[in-house]
């Protein structure tokens, strides 16, 4: 049997470039799965856990870990990028889209703010939140999230850096006036757009 290095060279050759494309500028590729965390690691026991949509709505809504595990659940595959510079393709998580957390609510507001066991928080627009955007994930690869991770539950907004992707996340605040979060008032980017390398205020 010869091997076929002339095709394999190519298949590689190809799939690197496929790889350059899909990292936005000055990033590069890990195959790991860095963890990132400003603080320790919260432990929420899952009888104890629950996620809450307050703030700016008609009527707040509140799940048990139960409760959010019957909702529809969707698995996805993104890829992630970190402002450290770190981005990791095909990242596969499971969770409830943001879309289905707040179906049907009335609102009048314009941004959320996440909230988190550890006290972490990070702003968005919630236009960023809906229109299949993100995800509260619970589970990565298949396996239930780590806590390292952000487990029980994390949010998931790939199309901004990852810092946006609050860890251990218990719930969000509608907000009619955007409030800058934990990076976000350290000097990170309000918005944080990889493909406009948006990581540090004024950038
Ligand atoms: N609650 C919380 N969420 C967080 C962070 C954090 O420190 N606390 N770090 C953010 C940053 S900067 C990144 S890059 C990712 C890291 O997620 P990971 O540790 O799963 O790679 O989580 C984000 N979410
Ligand atoms: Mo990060």
Redesign the pocket.
Known sequence: MSIPFVSRGFTGRRQRSEEAQRLPPGQYLVRG???????PT?RTPLERWDFSIVGAVDQPRRWTWQEFQQLPQETITKD?H???K?S?LDTMWTGVSLDTLLQGMTTSAKYVLAF?????T?NLPLDDVTGGKAWIVHA?AGAPL?P???GPA??LAPHL?????????RGLRLLAEDEPG??ESLGYHNYGDPWKEQRYAGD
């Not at 799965?33 to 603080?39: D, E, I, T, Y």
């Not at 988190?116 to 972490?120: E, F, P, Q, S, V």
């Not at 850096?161 to 996340?169: C, E, G, L, R």
Request: aromatic fraction near 26%; proline fraction near 5%; charge should be positive.
């Open positions: 799965f860095p963890v990132l965390s400003a603080g919260p992630i970190c402002v450290t770190w990791k988190c066991d550890g006290d972490y990070t990565y780590a390292e991770h952000g994390r949010l850096y990852f810092w946006k992707s609050a860890k251990w996340v934990f990076w």
